[in-house]
T-cell receptor
Framework: TQLLEQSPQFLSIQEGENLTVYCNSS?????LQWYRQEPGEGPVLLVT?????EVKKLKRLTFQFGDARKDSSLHITAAQPGDTGLYLC??????????FGTGTRLKVLA | NAGVMQNPRHLVRRRGQEARLRCSPM?????VYWYRQLPEEGLKFMVY????????ESGMPKERFSAEFPKEGPSILRIQQVVRGDSAAYFC??????????????FGPGTRLTVT
């Protein structure tokens, strides 16, 4: 079974700061998804990256898939309190089974 | 609302009782997945179903747990004779197909099961 490690586990920053969250594995994934989960709710899909080296932007969020498709990063520019939440990466093992990371809990202070 | 629906949102059961969790996939989706999330842990895959078929149940405990996705109606995750260790959030996800980019999984709000 492939493992996904996310770092940091916890991050508390001031509004307006930039941050990067990392998702690493020793195994190759066919695709990787990033989700955000708020307390008491299910994960909400943010993006899917498929190609090694791929970069996708979603407003202030930039997602990158490593060249070898083993790792990914999420960069947030000028964080806002609304960005607060649990960020989860999930690697596709095969065609449908997702392996989830343990998450990065982000808190953005106003 | 065309999203994944789960009910109940909260379920309390005493040890030994049965728990039934329901999931209606997004409109047009015929693939359903169940995950379990323990406090402060990531989501763990349990089972993958298509209509009337269990495709992969490798993440589901062999005893007391079962899942179905009938031709008509929601998918159901059933836990018999619940124990305290079953307390967790159970999430259902659905996808358009089981392969390719279209297998992006969309999650429901979850059912929080508490066993007393």
């Amino acid at each position: 079974t492939q493992l996904l490690e996310q770092s940091p586990q916890f991050l508390s920053i001031q509004e307006g700061e930039n941050l990067t969250v990392y998702c690493n594995s020793s195994s190759v994934f066919s695709s990787l998804q990033w989700y955000r989960q708020e307390p008491g709710e299910g994960p909400v899909l943010l993006v899917t990256v498929v190609t090694g080296g791929e970069v996708k932007k979603l407003k202030r969020l930039t997602f990158q898939f490593g060249d070898a498709r083993k790792d990914s990063s999420l960069h947030i520019t000028a964080a806002q309190p609304g960005d607060t939440g649990l960020y989860l990466c999930a690697g596709a093992e095969g065609t449908y089974k997702y392996i989830f990371g343990t998450g990065t809990r982000l808190k953005v202070l106003a | 609302n065309a999203g994944v629906m789960q009910n109940p949102r909260h379920l309390v059961r005493r040890r030994g009782q049965e728990a039934r969790l329901r999931c209606s996939p997004m409109k047009g989706h015929s693939h359903v997945y169940w995950y379990r999330q323990l406090p402060e842990e990531g989501l763990k895959f349990m089972v993958y179903l298509q209509k009337e078929n269990i495709i992969d149940e490798s993440g589901m405990p062999k005893e007391r747990f079962s899942a179905e996705f009938p031709k008509e109606g929601p998918s159901i995750l059933r836990i018999q004779q619940v124990v305290r260790g079953d307390s967790a959030a159970y999430f259902c996800a659905s996808s358009l197909t089981g392969q390719g980019v279209s297998y992006e999984q969309y999650f429901g709000p979850g059912t929080r099961l508490t066993v007393t």
